[in-house]
């Protein structure tokens, strides 16, 4: 089963790295990540598909959570900021 | 012409008030930018431009020469390829015959649909070389296979099979449905599943430390994709110059199709797989709605007598049978055949390994089946409804068709909101 990287980079703050997973796995598994992710916490979902920018956030909103933030960070590369 | 990974933005915004006629200029770069680069490359067109956009360029394009789809003549380029082997194979499709690929005017669409993605993808800073692990490449192969089956069985493609057959009055259009859905699903079932159990094993308690990513200053992107933007324009011009304008035509048509797939990520495969998956049908009601408008427009000319048997294909349990296997296909693989072409000019390593799986085994559909595509025991014959309806009963069937669906999909998402 392949991995998916995460990583703490602060406070409460992690980061995962779906780089490389292609539309629409990142839509799918970020459902599963956010039932993991503590009340409070923030997570950088980092993504390169341009769908990803719109499904995630869709996602996770209506699962309660903000999405106070979608930067592109690169060629064909996001982040997408998640707070629940 | 490098330019910053900022964020959408409106750039008049930033000029504010300033002294009238000192900054007049400086007010009107900031407009001009605001509506031709941020506007068009920067954000996402919303669905609804993109489905409008696509019915009246596949009107124009068919009073030009052709509806749109893609597969046959790539077919034909699984069986070119074969040929150049030593494999002797006839193409699939009658009307798609063994052509080198530059003197194919059919095939000059599909390589518009690649510069015109590539073009946006660049200019919008949205390219990458998109690179999985074997998982992924398997995946593809095998989505690849399936589509390249699935498209000589059903025929032809999703989007030529179901969005032009469907406007162009075709019983197979709308036949199409009740494969490529169940497909669909079966294959996006199969992504939730291999997404879902990656993400579950996910610990952020036991995650290590790690640095936030970094951000890229500038992309010379843009500058790349206006540089291939004047190549494009220049082999249109060449093909002009040895009197093929018709292949021009096609190609810088099919670059506009590129772009309005691009630019509103309008994806059928997600379409058809998400109305079931996720409870989802927003994409394809907006497909609806760009059908309706190309019926519309389809019935005008047809009913001029203007090429009445266009996309009209044959009709069968094998339409049902081959959308079923095309619509897995499409699902694992990531794209449809369109989806695959544009995917595959945004960089992704996925689309390229589906592209030439598909090609390759469409194209060798004459060794397996012995017979070309609409020939012999598996195919049914074409169906044009307006022969069996009228032209008001043709329209009328259709807009129904269309009417159910959007209320089948409809219905799928209210009962998730229910669940909830």
Redesign the interface.
């Known amino acids: 089963m392949r991995k998916i990287k995460a990583s703490k980079i602060g406070n409460n703050h992690y980061q995962v790295d779906m780089r490389g997973w292609v539309c629409p796995y990142p839509k799918y598994a970020v459902e599963s990540l956010v039932k993991k992710l503590g009340d409070g916490y923030r997570m950088d979902l980092l993504v390169d598909c341009p769908s990803a920018t719109d499904d995630v956030p869709k996602v996770a909103r209506a699962m309660g959570c903000e999405v106070p933030e979608v930067t592109q960070i690169g060629n064909g590369e996001w982040r997408v900021v998640i707070e629940k | 012409m490098d330019s910053k ?1 900022d ?1 959408p933005q409106d750039v008049t915004s930033s000029v504010g008030v300033m002294p009238a006629g000192q900054n007049r200029w400086k007010q009107v770069y900031g407009q001009v930018v605001n509506v031709f680069y941020i506007s068009v490359w920067k954000k ?1 067109w919303p669905l609804w431009i993109g489905a409008v956009a696509l019915a009246f360029a596949n009107i124009l394009m068919f009073v030009y020469a052709r509806a749109i789809g893609v597969f046959p003549q790539m077919a034909m380029w699984g069986s070119y390829i074969y040929n150049l082997f030593g494999i002797k194979v006839d193409a699939p499709f009658i009307a798609y015959p063994l052509t080198p690929l530059h003197l194919d005017m059919h095939s000059l669409l599909n390589f518009g649909i690649i510069f015109g993605v590539a073009i946006a ?1 660049l200019i919008s ?4 070389i ?4 074997w ?2 490449y398997t995946a593809a192969l095998a989505g690849g296979i399936l589509m390249g089956f699935g498209t000589v069985i059903m025929p032809p493609c999703n989007v030529g099979g179901f969005y032009s057959a469907t406007m162009a009055l075709s019983l197979s259009g709308p036949l199409s449905v009740l494969g490529l859905l169940p497909g669909a699903y079966v294959g ?1 079932l199969f ?2 599943h ?11 308690g036991a ?10 200053k500038t ?1 010379f ?1 843009p500058l790349i994709g206006a540089a291939i933007g004047m190549l494009l324009v220049a082999i249109a011009l060449i093909y002009v110059s040895q009197g093929m304008s018709k292949f021009a035509g096609l190609l810088l048509f099919g670059a506009l199709f590129g772009v309005i797939f691009q630019r509103s ?1 309008l ?1 059928f495969a ?1 379409a058809f ?2 109305i079931f998956v ?1 409870r989802n049908g927003e994409v394809m009601k907006w497909i609806l709605l760009s059908i309706a408008i190309g019926t519309i427009g389809f019935t005008i000319l047809k009913s001029q007598g203007y090429q009445q048997t266009a996309v009209v294909l044959p009709v069968g349990l094998h339409t049902v049978i081959g959308g079923f296997i095309f619509g897995i296909g499409m699902s694992i693989a ?1 794209g449809c055949g369109v989806g695959i072409l544009w ?1 595959s000019a ?3 390593v ?1 689309a390229w390994i589906a592209l030439i799986a598909g090609i390759l085994t469409a194209g060798s559909w004459v060794l397996v089946y012995g017979k070309h595509v609409g020939e012999g025991w598996l195919y049914g014959k074409p169906v044009f409804l307006p022969n069996v309806f009228g032209w008001f009963g043709a329209v009328s069937l259709v807009f129904l068709f269309l009417a159910v669906f959007y209320a089948l999909i409809t219905w799928v998402e209210v009962g998730k909101n229910e669940k909830n």
Not at chain 2, 125 to 128: L, N, S
Request: glycine share 10%; hydrophobic share 25%.
């Open positions: 990974f964020s996402a993808a800073q949205e390219f990458k998109r690179t999985e692990d998982r992924g996006g992504l939730k291999q997404a879902k159990k990656s993400a579950d094993t996910v610990d952020f995650a290590p430390a790690g640095k936030p990513a970094e951000e890229a992309s992107q990520r994806c997600s797989r998400e996720s990531g995917r945004e960089g992704y996925r």
